[in-house]
């Protein structure tokens, strides 16, 4: 009982990680962009490099000092809430799943800067839905995701919600004339970035069912962030160079609309929020599901544009109310399922008992 209780709290903590930073690492984004910045492989770059942010907090929840438990209660029928996890794994493999980690964020994150750059931005959130369609795809054949009505029904109605406001957003802002081959390179990049995000996070969940991965705690979450986000992070620093974009970075800052001290704090706090949606993803992988933490990631979809409407002074119309309702209506259908899910294990538990 005080295991499922506290896992009730955990859930919301992280969900308000994933949205609250995620929505600011796009605002933030965009404002970079509009602002003067060009660099993709800076942009790429601050997605990752917030890591050092993470070593008090390593230090803090270090098993050491902290009495884990790994989640090894007798409540352990409900698989959904309560999960088993070893305390030790190899080094060899630790090693080889976190550069794997590490390598595949820094071609996503990079596809997705393209992405953003070449295409207007009701076209990339057009695109980036379908992390949820690919998410739904892995999970059942990776992951052995069982789709019941109330997951399917969360499933349409956030993915419809995307779309919605994807497709009635004003682009005052293109680029480029669709079509042309920017349009087609930042198509193809996107649609590319969201299903290797999707692979990424539906092995992340494997990693911790096939117990290849300590868990159960937040200091796991942490540990694998930690290594993935530092591997990525090296790999962003080659790329910088050997691009050359380095030497565009001091004119690039020179030439930011806002000056160079909101140059520096504008990538300095994109960091800072990947950092904190990245935490509250890989929580919510460890704590429920992939497709669960994309859901999430969806939801922000309606959101960030509400924001926008505050900072950028956006308008907001019937379509952004509309969408947000159907993400919250898609979420609320997917903490249904749980809550079935829930009953469903104390009845078992009852039983057992009796």
């Not at 492989?41 to 070593?55: H, R």
């Not at 992951?143 to 029904?153: A, D, L, V, W």
Request: net charge neutral.
């Amino acid at each position: 009982m005080l295991e499922t209780f506290k896992w009730w709290i955990r859930i919301p903590i992280y969900v308000i990680f994933l949205i609250a930073g995620q929505a600011a690492a796009t605002l933030l984004g965009r404002f970079y962009y509009y602002e003067g910045g060009n660099s993709k492989w800076m942009a790429t770059l601050v997605q990752s490099s917030g890591f050092p942010l993470l070593i008090p907090l390593l230090f803090y929840f270090s098993p050491t000092k902290c009495d884990h438990n790994n989640g090894t209660n007798d409540n352990s029928t409900n698989n959904t809430i309560t999960k088993k996890y070893p305390t030790k794994s190899k080094v060899s493999t630790l090693t080889l799943i976190y550069i794997g980690f590490g390598l595949i964020a820094t071609g996503t994150n990079l596809l997705y800067s393209y992405g953003l750059f070449y295409l207007p931005v009701s076209t990339y959130s057009l695109l980036c839905a379908t992390q949820l369609a690919f998410t739904a795809l892995f999970s059942y054949s990776i992951n052995s995701q069982k789709f019941t009505p109330p997951i399917f029904n969360s499933v349409i109605l956030l993915t419809a919600s995307a779309a919605l406001l994807a497709i009635n957003t004003d682009d005052v802002d293109w680029r480029h004339k669709p079509y042309d081959n920017y349009f087609i390179i930042g198509f193809f990049c996107t649609i590319f970035a969201s299903a290797a995000f999707s692979f990424c996070l539906s092995m992340v969940q494997l990693s911790f069912e096939k117990q290849l991965i300590k868990g159960g705690t937040f200091y796991a979450v942490l540990e694998i962030l930690f290594y993935q986000s530092f591997v990525a992070t090296c790999a962003c620093v080659v790329g910088v160079f050997a691009s050359g974009e380095w030497t565009t970075l001091n004119n690039e800052m020179k030439n930011f609309k806002q000056g160079t001290f909101s140059y520096v704090m504008t990538l300095l706090w994109i960091a800072v929020s990947w950092q904190v949606t990245s935490v509250g993803m890989v929580g919510l992988v460890m704590e429920v599901s992939s497709l669960f933490a994309n859901l999430i990631a969806t939801l922000t979809l309606p959101v960030v544009p509400i924001f926008a409407v505050f900072i950028f002074h956006d308008k907001m119309d019937g379509d952004m109310i509309v969408s947000l309702l159907l993400a919250v209506w898609g979420f609320l259908s997917y903490i249904y399922q749980h809550y079935l899910d829930d009953r469903k294990a104390k009845v078992h538990n009852v039983e057992g008992v009796c």
